[in-house]
């Protein structure tokens, strides 16, 4: 049972590139979450879905975009990068149907736009 | 709609000393609270979780909160800081059946030896 895991682990990107952050879990967890952590404001949430084919906005969608083709996976893609972007991203994922709600995290991928 | 504020950025304490993180939110409707560890290049992992019944909740590694409804507070607090104990602390609010959480901005704990 390895939880949330993300790849890749860092990534430096060229501003006006794309790249996709996968993100895949292992505990049959219908939500699932991305959000990303700047300096001192705490996590935003960008994007979450609620099962698989379904998929909302979250605080900071902007420049986002994700699907969710199965339980398992929630990848989340950026076109054309901007230096706004430079952060790092958290997937987690939670079962809304046990009584606690808790999210679980993966590591996480550090992210840069020069 | 619900938000979390976390009074000061940075705390330092000397170790052996009382540990004690400030949590205060607003949310219409009585909400789960959370307290959440980021230990440096990691993910977030759960250190307590308020959802009903009992105020006072224990949580992993001796940290323990309370829900104090009037105060909406959910002050996070350890008797004896640990070197170990030096780590980036998230308070949490999620209203219940909700599928949010919203985080404070963090407080970041240094412990001297």
């Known amino acids: 049972n390895a939880g949330v895991t993300q790849t890749p682990k860092f990534r430096i990107l060229k501003i006006g590139q794309s790249m996709t952050l996968q993100c895949t879990q292992d505990?049959?967890?219908?939500?699932m979450y991305w959000y990303r952590q700047d300096p001192g404001m705490g996590l935003k949430l960008i994007y979450y879905?609620?099962?698989?084919?379904?998929?909302d906005k979250g605080e900071v969608p902007n420049g986002y975009n994700v699907s969710r083709s199965t339980t398992e996976d929630f990848p989340l893609r950026l076109e054309l990068a901007a230096p706004s972007q430079t952060s790092v991203y958290f997937c987690?994922?939670?079962?809304?149907?046990?009584?606690?709600?808790?999210?679980?995290f993966g590591p996480g991928t550090r992210l840069t736009v020069l | 709609a619900q938000s979390v504020t976390q009074l000061g950025s940075h705390v330092s304490v000397s170790e052996g000393a009382l540990v004690l993180l400030r949590c205060n939110y607003s949310?219409?409707?009585?909400?789960?609270l959370f307290w959440y560890v980021q230990y440096p290049n990691q993910g977030l992992q759960l250190l307590l979780k308020?959802?009903?019944?009992?105020?006072l909740v224990k949580g992993i590694n001796g940290f323990e909160a309370e829900f104090k409804k009037s105060e909406t507070s959910f002050h996070l607090t350890k008797p004896s800081a640990h070197m170990s104990d030096a780590a980036e602390y998230f308070c949490?609010?999620?209203?219940?059946?909700?599928?949010?959480?919203?985080f404070g901005g963090g407080t970041r704990v240094l412990v001297k030896p």
């Open positions: 505990m049959n967890h219908n939500y």
């Open positions: 308020y959802t009903t019944g009992a105020t």
């Open positions: 987690a994922s939670s079962n809304p149907a046990s009584l606690t709600d808790t999210q679980y």
């Open positions: 879905s609620v099962g698989a084919g379904i998929t």
């Open positions: 949310s219409s409707v009585p909400p789960y």
């Open positions: 949490a609010v999620l209203i219940p059946w909700g599928n949010k959480l919203t």
